[in-house]
């Protein structure tokens, strides 16, 4: 999936509404894709967003389907470290100079390859003022944190799924 036709879409999405209810992409083998819109993503603690990801994971593969690649849309505040140490330790909900942001992760499973792109805005009453943009393409090691309890999840359901076989 193109990550930035994705992210046009949720802009649309984000200047007629006024918010953008998360969306995860999954397109399997064939190239068949389903949306999953999360709506409560995070909306508080019985909707932990990392646990949500990881339950879809299992759902998609108890559903039998064998996932090439996992896009996820959503609203996010960004926010940026003044020195490299203090990266993990940033809250961006937190941080008086954070941004909100569109961010659209691609994770692609068959081959490891993984993008973010960023799209920074501000609303200012009923208009979004759209800032600079961020695009990354990540090495193997790079890390996606929000999609990986989904391929937890993924995988999890499948090594049951396997267990059940041999025993």
């Not at 993008?115 to 805005?121: C, K, L, S, V, W």
Request: with cysteine; glycine share 4%; net charge negative.
């Amino acid at each position: 999936m193109d990550i930035k036709e994705v992210a046009n879409i949720a802009k649309k999405l984000l200047e007629k509404d006024k918010e953008l209810v998360p969306i995860l992409f999954v397109e399997d083998i064939k190239g068949k894709k389903i949306g999953i819109t999360l709506s409560k993503f995070g909306a508080d603690k019985e909707h932990d967003k990392y646990k949500m990801m990881r339950d879809a994971g299992i759902a998609i593969s108890e559903k039998g389907v064998n996932v090439k690649e996992i896009v996820l849309v959503a609203e996010s505040w960004i926010a940026e470290a003044k020195k490299e140490e203090d990266a993990k330790n940033i809250v961006p909900s937190e941080c008086l100079d954070r941004k909100e942001a569109i961010v659209v992760s691609r994770w692609n499973i068959s081959n490891n390859e993984r993008e973010i792109h960023i799209q920074i805005f501000e609303k200012d009453n009923d208009k979004i003022i759209w800032k600079e943009i961020k695009d990354e393409k990540m090495d193997e090691d790079g890390k996606l944190n929000i999609l990986e309890p989904f391929i937890e999840g993924l995988f999890q359901a499948k090594s049951k799924s396997t267990d059940n076989l041999i025993n």
